[in-house]
């Protein structure tokens, strides 16, 4: 039998509805002198937007799934190895991390049972059966990620030999997941520029959510520190649980070495528009100022030497691939590439929001959301002529030594 049986992902929604781990609370032990848990209250909302509706992650997540287009080449590579690697074993457990909800969730994980199953083929080995564990923080919409189980349960049935199961594994990728030595392949696709919590030090960077050029040293080291330190615990805690010779494939926002300034983000940079259109609310009194100083994004886009920087200092994996590509959000969700109109400016507005609607909703209430992201869409619009993007995707793969 292909695929997991239907019932057991119902019985699996059920829990996962009633089920919640203390991943949150884990993390802070590693890294508390902390905040009180009501001030960090939104990074606990730090998920996509559910459901499928007209603002949710699933209905606005093409600029992720040509994230993962791009990152195929590498992917499709490291599966190949690791199943010659380790000599064609005969049970294979895959974790996807940071897996969101909606159809993307299986993209990255129909690719890798492809992979094995056509070299399984020209090879002549028997396919093995495959585990694929979806993680995300407990507060992840789930359900909706669980419908499309039987989709991609039929998708592989008919184009695949291998028999897979899929698992939920809800928690804290800053904390143990799974078991010693029993991941043999991880994938994560945009989640790993998400900190484990808004670094200290930030109370001179007010009118801004995140780093620009009008950000002090300080800021900058304190987003650097912080995002080397999730990182390096990420990783510290995936040798554990992945095999020896395993896999790991992670994508990034990350940011363009070509600019030597460490603050420079362009005027179109994603948190700078979210900064611009929060400072309209507080112009027009909807927003106190106070509550925006308060507010700053737990994300870090590192550049090339940084990744690079924290992989060998924690000294787990060897890089086997580190690509650069280019990233421009502006088409990211438009079939075309047409220049920058009205309507692009508010498809771009509800692939943000998306992203940060429930951590915007947990600090600033519920009424200003869609003022905020019609002031958004506005200010992509006024800025449709940069080109100078600061932005851009990083994918490593790494070896487990």
């Known amino acids: 039998m292909i695929g997991a049986r239907s019932q057991a992902a119902e019985e699996l929604q059920i829990a996962l509805t009633t089920f919640h781990l203390p991943a949150t609370s884990h993390v802070k032990d590693k890294y508390t002198d902390e905040k009180s848990d009501d001030e960090y209250a939104f990074v606990k909302a730090l998920r996509m937007s ?10 606005n997540s093409l600029l992720q799934r040509r994230v993962l287009s791009m990152a195929k080449p590498v992917l499709v590579t490291n599966t190949e190895e690791m199943m010659m690697n380790l000599n064609f074993p005969n049970y294979i457990k895959v974790a996807e991390l940071g897996c969101s909800s909606g159809q993307n969730t299986f993209l990255a994980i129909s690719e890798i049972i492809n992979t094995i199953n056509v070299l399984c083929q020209n090879s002549n080995q028997n396919p093995p059966e495959i585990d694929c564990c979806l993680n995300d923080l407990p507060e992840n919409d789930f359900n909706t990620t669980f419908k499309f189980v039987p989709f991609f349960n039929k998708e592989i049935m008919m184009t695949n030999q291998a028999s897979c199961f899929v698992y939920g594994a809800p928690g804290s990728f800053y904390s143990r997941l799974f078991s010693r030595n029993s991941l043999h392949f991880i994938h994560s696709s945009d989640a790993l520029h998400w900190l484990s919590k ?3 030090n930030l109370e001179n960077n007010k009118e801004n959510v995140y780093i620009s050029n009008s950000s002090p040293q300080s800021a900058y080291k304190a ?4 995002f080397q330190r999730d990182f390096s615990m990420f990783l510290t805690l995936r040798s554990e649980e992945i095999v020896s010779n395993g896999r790991m494939v992670l994508t990034f926002i990350g940011r363009n070495t070509l600019n030597s300034d460490q603050f420079y983000r362009d005027c179109c940079h994603v948190w700078t528009l979210l ?18 100083d ?3 994004m737990p994300f870090y886009d590192p550049n090339e030497q ?20 280019g990233f421009d959000l502006g088409h990211s969700n438009c ?5 920058y109109n009205y309507e692009a400016g508010y498809n771009e507005a509800k692939s943000i929001r998306a992203v940060t609607e429930p951590m915007l909703i947990a600090h600033f209430g519920e009424d200003v959301i869609d003022i905020l992201f019609d002031k958004y869409a506005r200010h992509v619009t006024q800025h449709a002529s940069c080109r100078n993007k600061t932005s851009v995707t990083l994918v490593v793969a790494l070896t487990k030594k």
Do not use: C, M, R
């Open 50 to 59: 559910g459901g499928v509706g007209a603002n949710s992650y699933s209905a």
């Open 198 to 200: 808004v670094p200290e």
């Open 223 to 226: 987003y650097l520190n912080q």
């Open 275 to 292: 900064s611009k259109s929060l400072g309209d609310l507080v112009f027009e009194g909807l927003v106190s100022k106070p509550k925006l």
């Open 294 to 296: 308060a507010f700053n």
């Open 306 to 325: 940084e990744l690079k920087e924290v992989i060998q200092n924690e000294g787990s994996f060897e890089i086997n691939d580190l690509e650069t590509h």
């Open 335 to 339: 079939d075309n590439n047409e220049e």
